[in-house]
């Protein structure tokens, strides 16, 4: 079965159906979870608590999903949490534009490229609006993040777009008040929301959707001090780095440098340790490390996981 069809019989079956879907104007990108669905991601859930959360002694936290603006100035959402849009001059549909220019000519921009370079692509390319074939404007920065007012005075607050901005903002009072000692994990699952400009493929890109995230705080110069490294140094992971993927214990990762510490190694071993336990087929999944252009913002080194 391919992905299509299991989505399908999930939609058939009520695991997940459009939210609002019996007025017209129901928007894109929000669904329901039924019955089967929400059995399925608490038994997802269980398996994330006892694999990850208790395994390693983390703490699990539940924080608001409305946040001010200065928590996102700090974090640096409102400046650069945006994807890079392009606008029709005749028609004035909006499009994203690293996808509008690889759908149309197959060339790949990272959505994190300067602006100019998606210009120089449709310029160079002849690429035209889908829809009418009219010229765009030049690409310009959309933030996706969803503004909301709070109270008569309608002061300026955002909807989370993920939900680690708690628990950075609660690392103090944790550490203190839970006698925290580094490494400390802080875990939470909840909802996030994010202003996609074209939401698709049902339960991939979403508007409003689940995260389970998990934040580790260490001590930077001690990278390589993790004793609980011992009980994954023999765990096999995929990792991918350009095209290739290569199999390899934690231990081998670390000493061929590929994995820069035995802090992240340790990681990137429970997890793929949880995903095992998930019924993955992890020799069709891996690890791939992310080029510069790819990493969010903030990140040094940075590892998806795909399958
Ligand atoms: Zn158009």
Redesign the pocket.
């Known amino acids: 079965m391919n992905y299509e069809d299991v989505m399908k019989l999930a939609l058939e079956r009520g695991f997940y159906f459009p939210s609002c879907e019996i007025y017209a104007d129901a928007q894109a990108g929000f669904w329901e979870y039924g019955p089967s669905g929400v059995s399925l991601k608490n038994k997802f859930l269980e398996l994330w608590r006892r694999e990850l959360i208790r395994r390693d002694g983390m703490m699990e936290i539940d924080g608001s999903q409305i946040m001010s603006k200065s928590v996102f100035e700090a974090s640096g959402h409102l400046g650069n949490f945006a994807d890079p849009i392009i606008k ?6 909006t499009f994203r534009a690293d996808r509008t220019i690889s759908e149309i000519s197959k060339i790949e921009i990272p959505e994190s490229a300067d602006l100019v370079e998606f210009d120089n692509a449709i310029l160079q390319n002849n690429i ?7 010229d765009f404007e030049n690409a310009k920065k959309f933030n996706m993040m969803f503004k909301v007012g709070i109270g008569p005075e309608e002061e300026e607050a955002y909807l989370r777009p993920e939900t680690c901005q708690s628990i950075f903002v609660d690392f103090p009072r944790l550490f203190k008040t839970m006698r925290g000692k580094l490494p400390l994990g802080i875990a939470q699952i909840g909802k996030s929301f994010r202003n996609e400009i074209s939401p698709r493929q049902s339960l991939l890109r979403l508007r409003e959707f689940y995260q389970a995230e998990i934040e580790v705080f260490c001590n930077p110069t001690k990278l390589d001090e993790m004793e609980r490294f011992s009980e994954v140094q023999n765990t096999i992971i995929r990792i991918q780095i350009d095209t290739k993927a290569v199999s390899m214990t934690c231990k081998e990762a670390v000493e061929s440098k590929t994995i820069p510490n035995k802090f992240v190694a340790y990681y990137l071993g429970i997890l793929a340790e949880f995903y095992e336990k998930t019924g993955i087929d992890v020799t069709k999944s891996r690890f791939r490390k992310l080029g510069d252009k790819e990493k969010a913002f903030y990140a040094q080194v940075a590892f998806d996981f795909e399958v």
């Open positions: 029709c001059t005749k028609c004035k549909s035209k609006c889908p829809k009418c074939k009219g």
